[in-house]
């Protein structure tokens, strides 16, 4: 009986119990409940200029936060992160500056929610986060200028460099051994099958 389709399918759950190890490396079970895990200004500890405090919003009402800008001719990096998420929340990000001018208005309904902003000088930006949800929740606002030259990425013992690349690694190994998994059991299956029909042919 030929052996491929096993040899295969081994090699795939090999991949897969990696993958598996490499999660629990990062994040250990023991402590997999505990707010620092999946904090994400601990993940990305050294990326941020400036980290907000909570900010407790209550149903139907906003809360604010500005921020002054430091460079210009960059772009300027900023998150919204809903600490205590649950199913159902959601807020509207609106930005603008001190002259008024608009930045945007930006939907939420996820527990993180990233993205860029280009500035061309130095400017202060005032975050008014709405909560449209029916419940309390606290959030706070990340802001980096110039992600690209953070110390997050060009330091090797950052905490991004320690939990997001493993897990990224994580993942890649994650898909090619289900999808190598699923090939040797197709395999397996279609030697069975050829097997079988030789038996019947004598």
């Given at each position: 009986?030929?052996?491929?389709?096993?040899?295969?399918?081994?090699?795939?759950?090999?991949?897969?119990?990696?993958?598996?190890?490499?999660?629990?490396?990062?994040?250990?079970?023991?402590?997999?409940?505990?707010?620092?895990?999946?904090?994400?200004?601990?993940?990305?500890?050294?990326?941020?200029?400036?980290?907000?405090?909570?900010?407790?919003?209550?149903?139907?009402?906003?809360?604010?936060f500005?921020?002054?800008?430091?460079s210009?001719?960059?772009?300027?990096?900023?998150?919204?992160?809903?600490?205590?998420?649950?199913?159902?929340?959601?807020?509207?990000?609106?930005?603008?500056?001190?002259?008024?001018?608009?930045?945007?208005?930006?939907?939420?309904?996820?527990?993180?929610?990233?993205?860029?902003?280009?500035?061309?000088?130095?400017?202060?930006?005032?975050?008014?986060?709405q909560?449209?949800?029916?419940?309390?929740?606290?959030?706070?606002?990340?802001?980096?200028?110039d992600?690209d030259?953070?110390?997050?990425?060009?330091n090797?013992?950052?905490?991004?460099?320690?939990?997001?690349?493993?897990?990224?690694?994580?993942?890649?190994?994650l898909?090619?051994?289900?999808?190598?998994?699923?090939?040797?059991?197709?395999?397996?299956?279609?030697?069975?099958?050829?097997?079988?029909?030789?038996?019947?042919?004598?």
């Open positions: 009986m030929k052996k491929r389709g096993p040899i295969i399918g081994i090699f795939g759950l090999i991949l897969v119990i990696i993958s598996l190890l490499i999660i629990v490396s990062v994040f250990p079970t023991s402590s997999i409940t505990g707010r620092d895990d999946f904090y994400i200004p601990s993940m990305f500890e050294g990326m941020f200029n400036q980290i907000s405090d909570d900010i407790q919003i209550l149903p139907g009402e906003s809360g604010y500005s921020y002054s800008t430091k210009s001719n960059v772009p300027l990096l900023w998150g919204v992160q809903i600490i205590d998420y649950q199913d159902g929340d959601k807020l509207s990000i609106s930005i603008s500056n001190v002259y008024g001018d608009d930045y945007g208005v930006f939907s939420q309904d996820g527990p993180i929610i990233f993205e860029m902003l280009d500035i061309t000088k130095s400017d202060t930006l005032n975050f008014e986060i909560n449209h949800g029916s419940r309390i929740i606290n959030t706070l606002v990340m802001l980096s200028e992600p030259n953070s110390d997050a990425l060009s090797t013992n950052s905490p991004f460099m320690n939990k997001i690349l493993p897990l990224a690694i994580s993942g890649i190994l898909i090619i051994g289900i999808v190598t998994l699923l090939i040797g059991v197709i395999l397996s299956l279609v030697d069975w099958k050829n097997i079988q029909n030789n038996k019947r042919n004598f």
